[in-house]
Nanobody
Framework: QVQLVESGGGLVQPGESLRLSCVASGTISDIYTMGWFRRAPGKERELVGFINHRGYIEYKNSVKGRFTITKDMAENTILLQMNDLKPEDTAVYYC??????????????WGQGTQVTVSS
């Protein structure tokens, strides 16, 4: 079993930055993806970006060039650096882990979410 704990959300003005952190407790498989989703008010949850065990990274188009995902697997941690934040980035951000314990099957875990609000 894995638990994910996010931190780092808050209220910022447009153009400012935030960094979210997700720490995983438990065992992460040799094959995994770890990433961030978000849900804005009245909208479906959407993928922001992810990183896998090989360091491959993908981002949602609207955040490319502004958001950066990094990992420190020695600490079972991924970070989401968010720069030049826009009001449309306002959402609850969730950390996600897919453990491919028996590829292609996987166990999926979610954090509790952290609120990011971008407003002037």
């Amino acid at each position: 079993q894995v638990q994910l704990v996010e931190s780092g959300g808050g209220l910022v003005q447009p153009g400012e930055s935030l960094r979210l952190s997700c720490v995983a407790s438990g065992t992460i498989s040799d094959i995994y993806t770890m990433g961030w989703f978000r849900r804005a008010p009245g909208k479906e949850r959407e993928l922001v970006g992810f990183i896998n065990h090989r360091g491959y990274i993908e981002y949602k188009n609207s955040v490319k060039g502004r958001f950066t995902i990094t990992k420190d697997m020695a600490e079972n941690t991924i970070l989401l650096q968010m720069n030049d934040l826009k009001p449309e980035d306002t959402a609850v951000y969730y950390c996600n882990l897919k453990n491919y314990d028996a590829y292609p099957s996987y166990n999926e875990y979610w954090g509790q979410g952290t609120q990011v609000t971008v407003s002037s």
